[in-house]
T-cell receptor
Framework: SQTIHQWPATLVQPVGSPLSLECTVE??????LYWYRQAAGRGLQLLFY??????ISSEVPQNLSASRPQDRQFILSSKKLLLSDSGFYLC???????????FGPGTRLLVL | TQLLEQSPQFLSIQEGENLTVYCNSS?????LQWYRQEPGEGPVLLVT?????EVKKLKRLTFQFGDARKDSSLHITAAQPGDTGLYLC??????????????FGQGTRLTINP
C-alpha cells in the first residue's frame, strides 16, 4: 500500500531563517507530487507540482522554492522566511490516470 | 477569483438535523471530488463524481453532480458529532505536462453540536 510522510510535523522559525520541509512517498512509482499551503480552516492553495525528477512547476510567485531530487521525494525550501510564510503545508501525490490526490499529514509552520 | 465557490462557509447545527453544502462554478469540470479534513491533518477523499446528474451515497452522505457538471452538492442526513470537519470540493485541471492539478473551493466548516 502507498504511504506519504511529511516532516517535521511542527516547526517554529524566526524571520529570515532558512526552511526545508520534506515529503516522501512509498509504494508507488513516478507519482505526480504537489505542495499546498492552507490558511487556518480554509481551502488549499497549490504552490508547486512536479511530474518527474527535477521537473518543478510553480503556481504562484513567492518566497519559496521546491525540488525533487528523487522520484518519491519532494522538498519545499526557503532561503529567508517571511512572517507571511506561516501556515499549514501539505504534500500530496497522484497518478496520471486518476485525478485523486492523497495527502500527507502536513507541517504546521510558524514564523515569528 | 475563486474557481469553485462553496456555501455556506460556516455551518453549525444540532445533532440529528439534515444539511446540504454546495459547490458551484461557472466552469465545466470533468469530475468533482469531495474531501473531508480534520484539524491538523491532511484532507481525505470522500467521493469522486464523474457523470453529469450522478448521485453517490456514502452511508448518511449523498453527493450529487449537476447535470451540466458545473456544480455539486453534499447532503448529510441525521448529522452526528463525528461529521464535524472541513469539507472541501475540488475539480481537476490538466497541465501542459499531462498531470492533473486540483483547484479547491474555500471549504465549508461544519460543526455538529451534541
Amino acid at each position: 500500500s502507498q504511504t506519504i510522510h511529511q516532516w517535521p510535523a511542527t516547526l517554529v522559525q524566526p524571520v529570515g531563517s532558512p526552511l526545508s520541509l520534506e515529503c516522501t512517498v512509498e509504494g508507488t512509482s513516478n507519482p505526480n507530487l504537489y505542495w499546498y499551503r492552507q490558511a487556518a480552516g480554509r481551502g488549499l492553495q497549490l504552490l508547486f507540482y512536479s511530474v518527474g525528477i527535477g521537473q518543478i512547476s510553480s503556481e504562484v510567485p513567492q518566497n519559496l522554492s521546491a525540488s525533487r531530487p528523487q522520484d518519491r521525494q519532494f522538498i519545499l525550501s526557503s532561503k529567508k522566511l517571511l512572517l507571511s510564510d506561516s501556515g499549514f503545508y501539505l504534500c500530496a501525490w497522484s497518478v496520471d490516470w486518476d485525478g485523486t490526490q492523497y495527502f500527507g499529514p502536513g507541517t504546521r509552520l510558524l514564523v515569528l | 477569483t475563486q474557481l469553485l465557490e462553496q456555501s455556506p462557509q460556516f455551518l453549525s447545527i444540532q445533532e440529528g438535523e439534515n444539511l446540504t453544502v454546495y459547490c458551484n462554478s461557472s466552469s465545466v469540470f470533468s469530475s468533482l471530488q469531495w474531501y473531508r479534513q480534520e484539524p491538523g491533518e491532511g484532507p481525505v477523499l470522500l467521493v469522486t463524481v464523474v457523470t453529469g446528474g450522478e448521485v453517490k451515497k456514502l452511508k448518511r452522505l449523498t453527493f450529487q453532480f449537476g447535470d451540466a457538471r458545473k456544480d455539486s452538492s453534499l447532503h448529510i442526513t441525521a448529522a452526528q458529532p463525528g461529521d464535524t470537519g472541513l469539507y472541501l470540493c475540488a475539480g481537476p485541471l490538466f497541465t501542459y505536462q499531462g498531470a492533473q492539478k486540483l483547484v479547491f473551493g474555500q471549504g465549508t466548516r461544519l460543526t455538529i453540536n451534541p
